[in-house]
């Protein structure tokens, strides 16, 4: 069984960093893609960055593009989501997402077979 647990949410000021990571276990494969995606209140899952066991490959929403960086150390099983430059609007709860045998690396919730229990990030103006 796949879990997940995220970790790093917190109250910060905009303009500043965080970074949250995912905590993998249970993967039986070597080929998976794990997602960062995002939910505010009221709103729909936003997608917000993915990265590729395959090739590395990392893809990022245009709301997030040269303020988040993903990144994964396959020694501790974790993926990190650096986010920099934080605003009001970046505020939700963060999920990460795995998908045991996915082929890309993709924002779309569809594929991802297995969650977290979120953490929460909060960014005051």
């Known amino acids: 069984e796949v879990q997940l647990v995220e970790s790093g949410g917190a109250l910060v000021q905009a303009g500043g960093s965080l970074r949250l990571s995912c905590a993998a276990s249970?993967?039986?494969?070597?080929?998976?893609?794990i997602g960062w995606f995002r939910q505010a209140p009221g709103m729909e899952r936003e997608g917000v960055s993915c990265v590729s066991s395959i090739d590395g490959s990392t893809y990022y929403a245009d709301s997030v593009k040269d303020r988040f960086t993903i990144s994964s150390d396959s020694a501790k099983n974790t993926v990190y989501l650096q986010m920099n430059s934080l605003k009001p609007e970046d505020t939700a709860v963060y999920y990460c997402?795995?998908?045991?045998?996915?082929?890309?690396?993709?924002?779309?919730?569809?594929?991802?077979?297995?969650w977290g229990q979120g953490t929460q990030v909060t960014v005051s103006s």
């Open positions: 997402a795995a998908g045991p045998g996915l082929l890309y690396c993709t924002i779309s919730s569809y594929p991802y077979d297995y």
């Open positions: 249970g993967f039986t494969g070597n080929d998976y893609a």
